[in-house]
């Protein structure tokens, strides 16, 4: 870990903590929407050769927040040029390579020799130069990183600490130099910049006095670094130097032309490694003689333009004076080597130094023989390029473009060896095999890559980690939940949600919108139309435009009248053996079952009898995806409604998926596997895609469709609606707390959907365990006293136990446990909603909870089914006149109901992630603490769960005196003067310090 000390003049950013790179690459995801970013890779042909740039390449190709990059390539012929070409092709942002020894480059560079304005050496500060022009010719990017091609360490996160400060709006750097330890192969590198730059600094200001210019320069901490970023207008601007002096000659001109509180430094690397130069003692134009010849003159240069007058017995005294104090630093650096356990070596660093004096006397001497004082000017400014050469840009462009076009027409990358798609092809190949063994591997893995596009996505895709926050809301609706006579259910809705909720809900679940045979949807005949009833694909894709819209994949069954199945019944495909004979199971005893009805229909084929397995009723035959051209369907409906704007999906039933013999057929390793793999493939699709398991079970088996990261993006907190409507029954909140204490916070990229009501009744499974046998029973009398029914469900042994609750839930809330129906049913409605939009996790509201609909008997009565009881169809002129109506209370509830979800929205405690506490203020009291992600607001959740008055001290919400606190519902405050928290029965409060 850094330390946080600041040393010089110019800003230093440290690395203080271990901050996750996704989230790094997040926030510069969300600037890059304002402040494109571009990076320029300066590299040598024989790099391309090298151990370092194949996979510097890779990790580039994986960066998520660039629009562009630049190559320049230097020492290439043109089967080189053209190798160049297909090396760089797997980087997904498309690079531009500038050919600088292709001959349409070196036309421009004649064209501006002819005019004094071109480089004089070729090297890496002259291709820097050129790619500055490409920069500003092609006008993408507004800040730009560049690094050296040969780091044998990289890590996109050097890049992304790198360009940072430059391209965050909120800070006001214009430049940004990177810095490292150079430690590497347990020995201390970076010699040029420990031996020769810091001492000849110390030297310079020993010898000439205080200078502001050596200040700034000996600020750095590694002033040699490669690595840099800046803003388009400096890249304007900016002289640079043609030889090794390129990293201290922009510094200079960084000096020059901005204040030092535009110019920053950065750490970039715990290590840095790359190709070393020699010492180059025999030759003394070549690698660190070279390099510290350069250096040495750059700063003769530079300070004889503030008027520093140098003479030969000065550069001796400076030579003198540097030796000196370089060896006194070798003794420095041999103590930090020691104590650090790193290899020394002396003898080769007193050698260095002695090498590193001659060449500060001989640049001395160089400088001041007037044939050579200016050999190596400043190459000009683009802007004063492009006052003397107009179409410069156009130029530049129109080479860059010709050369791609005749040379990388026959090069194109093999995109299946670009190392996203196959880091994506190894995760496939895993789960596929997971699944269904090694020899089905590569050909239900090639089939998968084949039925989508994922090959290119993988490689254009920018991942997406947080997916959510505080105004995210959900409605759960059917396509009919709504309708009027003259057009289709789905527009009704729609203008229902842009009219009414547009502000308040961002996420709409419409519930199966294909053709069905039963179960109101969920029996599907056609996975890849819209039921004509309710609309069109266009209706879905308008919804698509305005609310991210949650589509059901029912991928557990579908109905006995669908194409596959009546396929399976003539032996034909598609449908052959895309279902299960149980008849071929040995042991089915401890088959777990969420009906009645039996598991087993006899159906007859083309074969003969059958006996086909059926989870849910005989209208819905379970899918066999032991078969994996069933997976292979499900990918296609996947990709389908993707096309069509879906981006979340509900995996109805999921936990049923997998069938063995022997078991109990539910929440199979399989079924996560098969998870896995559709989040897999919809994330590499879709980088926005949320996958959400509908698993209704036990709280622990819940939890685990999460896996490790790598499975639901959502689950539904089933828990929650049980033990909240007793909660709000009862006027005890004891389980309901324990419940939630024992749940763990949802990390980050993963979140709980919080609901207490849905188009199925209250699942009472989830509560097993939690509530006793005597408060279920009560609570289920409860039920039925307020004109709810009781689904059951058949055990192994054939018993009958309750499974659902089926009611409204406005009904429900009609009165208590203790006293049966009372006058508080919209106070107890309204709180029970304001608890579950403070909870963590996302609030999802179902329609008819919004709307505040009792229970439909009629509709019950009708269809024989008890669920109907809470699926009501709202005609549209009716519905308005009700919410119209002051003396309903559907009007009141949809009108408050609205007011606090507007609250909650703007509420940064209320993330999804957010943290949380239970508080304890007794049983009558559900309370908890959220605090925001940053820790700049704090939220205390205060709820009456019961019919009596509640009287709390605030005392013991331990308030802190210097903050304001504001109750967000009612706009109260609260200051050190207050004592007590006056709670009316059913009565909130969100006492904030951010009110």
């Known amino acids: 870990m850094g330390d946080f000390h600041q040393f010089g003049v110019v800003t230093t950013l440290h690395q203080l903590n271990d901050r996750p790179l996704e989230e790094l690459e997040e926030e510069l995801l969300a600037i890059r929407k304002k402040k494109p970013m571009g990076l320029i890779l300066p590299s040598l042909y024989s790099e391309l050769e090298g151990p370092a740039l194949s996979s510097i390449v890779d990790e580039i190709s994986s960066v998520p927040y660039l629009d562009q990059v630049v190559v320049g390539l230097d020492r290439a012929d043109e089967s080189q040029f053209k190798k160049a070409l297909q090396f760089f092709d ?60 040969d780091i044998l360490t990289y890590k996109r996160d050097l890049l992304a600490r790198l360009i940072y400060p430059v391209a965050n709006p909120a800070l006001s750097y214009k430049f940004c130099k990177g810095y490292y330890a150079r430690i590497a192969n347990n020995s201390m590198n970076g010699r040029a910049c420990r031996l020769l730059v810091t001492p000849l600094l110390r030297a310079l200001k020993k010898v000439c006095g205080p200078n502001d ?43 020059r032309n901005y204040a030092t509180n535009q110019i920053c430094q950065v750490d970039v690397a715990d290590t840095y490694d790359h190709k070393h130069q020699d010492l180059s003692l025999d030759d003394k134009t070549k690698g660190l003689s070279k390099m510290s010849c350069d250096i040495a003159k750059s700063l003769y240069r530079k300070m004889a333009t503030q008027g520093e007058v140098f003479t030969q017995e000065r550069i001796r005294t400076i030579k003198a004076t540097y030796y000196r104090i370089a060896l006194d630093l070798v003794d420095s650096y041999h103590s930090d080597a020691a104590i650090n356990g790193l290899g020394y070596d002396m003898h080769t660093e007193g050698h260095a130094i002695e090498v590193f004096a001659e060449n500060i006397m001989q640049a001395g001497n160089d400088f001041l023989n007037p044939d050579m004082s200016m050999d190596t000017p400043f190459m000009p400014s683009w802007k004063r390029v492009i006052s ?120 709409v679940h419409i519930l199966p919108f294909n053709p069905y045979s039963s179960d109101d949807g969920f029996s599907v005949i056609d ?36 194409t596959w199945f009546r396929n399976y019944l003539r032996d034909i495909s598609p449908g052959k ?10 042991d089915l005893r401890k088959v777990v079952r969420p009906r009645s009805t ?64 022997g078991t ?33 079970v036990p709280n622990k088996e819940n939890l685990s469709y999460f896996g490790n990261g790598n499975e639901a993006h959502l689950i539904y907190n089933f828990s929650l609606p049980p033990l909240l409507l007793h909660t709000m029954l009862s006027g005890d909140c004891r389980h309901l707390k324990k419940w939630m204490m024992s749940m763990p916070p949802a990390r980050r990229g993963r979140a709980y959907l919080n609901f207490i009501a849905s188009h199925d009744g209250i699942g009472l499974r989830p509560a097993e365990g939690l509530l006793s046998d ?38 429900a809330m009609a009165g208590t446990i203790e006293h049966g129906r009372d006058q508080w049913q919209l106070d107890r409605f309204i709180t029970a909603h304001t608890i579950m939009l403070a909870l963590e996790g996302l609030p999802a509201f179902y329609i008819h909870s919004l709307l505040g609909t009792e229970n439909d008997l009629q509709g019950m009565a009708d269809t024989g089914q008890a669920r109907s009881i809470n699926r009501y169809k709202w005609d549209q002129q009716e519905l308005d006149e009700t919410l119209a109506n002051d003396e309903l209370h559907h009007k009141h509830l949809f009108e408050e109901l609205r007011r606090r979800i507007g609250i909650r929205k703007q509420q940064a405690a209320f993330h999804p992630n957010a943290t949380q506490y239970t508080l304890h203020f007794g049983n009558h009291i559900f309370a908890f603490w959220r605090e925001s992600l940053d820790r700049s607001q704090s939220i205390f959740a205060i709820h009456n769960i019961s019919d009596q008055p509640q009287h709390i001290p605030l005392v013991d919400l331990n308030l802190i005196t210097t903050e304001r606190w504001t109750d967000l519902l009612t706009g109260t405050s609260y200051s050190s003067q207050d004592t007590h928290l006056d709670l009316p029965p059913y009565g909130c409060a969100w006492i904030s310090n951010m009110g």
């Not at 435009?545 to 109905?559: E, G, P, Q, R």
């Not at 053996?577 to 040995?586: A, E, P, R, T, W």
């Open 598 to 661: 039996p598991l087993l229909t006899s159906v007859q084929t083309i074969e003969g009898e059958k006996q086909v397995w059926c989870t849910f009723s005989e209208d819905q035959v379970d899918l066999n995806f032991a078969n994996p051209e069933v997976l292979l369907e499900v990918i296609r409906i996947i990709q389908l409604y993707l096309d069509k704007g879906i981006h979340i999906f509900r995996l109805d039933a999921v936990a049923f998926l997998w069938k063995e013999d």
């Open 774 to 811: 005597k408060e279920n029973e009560q609570l289920l009398g409860t039920i039925r006293e307020f004109g709810g029914e009781i689904s059951m469900r058949r055990m192994p042994d054939g018993e009958l136990k309750p499974y659902e609750a089926n009611i409204s839930l406005y009904s």
């Open 213 to 255: 210019y050596l200040d700034f320069l000996d600020s750095f901490r590694y002033p040699l670094a490669g690595e840099f970023s800046l803003s388009r207008d400096v890249i304007e601007d900016i002289r640079i130097p043609s030889d090794w002096g390129l990293e201290m000659g922009t510094l200079s001109e960084m000096h």
């Open 527 to 562: 996975y890849n139309a819209i039921n004509p009833d309710h609309g069109s694909w266009a209706d879905i894709e308008q919804f698509t435009k305005h609310f991210k819209i949650m589509a059901d994949l029912v991928l557990n069954h579908c109905s006995t009248k669908s």
């Open 388 to 507: 003397a050469v107009p179409n410069i840009m156009d130029m530049l462009l129109d080479a860059v473009e010709a050369d791609r076009r005749e040379f990388g027409e026959n090069t194109r990358y093999d995109v299946m060896q670009h190392p996203k798609v196959n880091q994506l092809r190894l995760g496939i190949q895993e789960r596929v095999r997971n699944i269904y063994g090694e020899e089905a591997t590569e050909p239900v893995t090639e089939k998968i890559f084949n039925l989508a596009p994922l090959a290119k996505k993988a490689i254009e895709s920018t991942p997406s980690v947080n997916k959510w926050n505080e105004q995210d809301i959900m409605a759960i609706t059917y396509a009919d939940s709504i309708r009027s006579k003259n057009e289709p259910p789905l527009r009704t809705l729609f203008e229902f949600f842009r009219k009414e909720l547009k502000h308040h809900v961002n996420n």
């Open 577 to 586: 053996d895309y279902f299960i004979d149980g008849s071929k199971f040995k």
């Open 90 to 149: 797997r980087l997904p942002q498309h690079p531009d390579i500038l050919w600088n020894d292709g001959p349409r480059l070196r036309k421009i560079d004649a064209l501006l020799q002819e005019k004094g304005l071109a480089p004089q050496e070729a090297g890496k500060g002259r291709n820097v130069w050129y790619m500055f022009g490409y920069i500003l010719a092609s006008g993408k990017a507004d800040t730009v990183a560049i690094h050296d091609c």
């Open 664 to 696: 109990n057929c539910v929440h199979r390793p399989q079924t996560h596997e098969i998870i896995r793999l559709l989040r897999l493939i919809l994330e590499s699709l879709e980088p926005s895609a949320v996958l959400i398991t509908e698993t209704n």
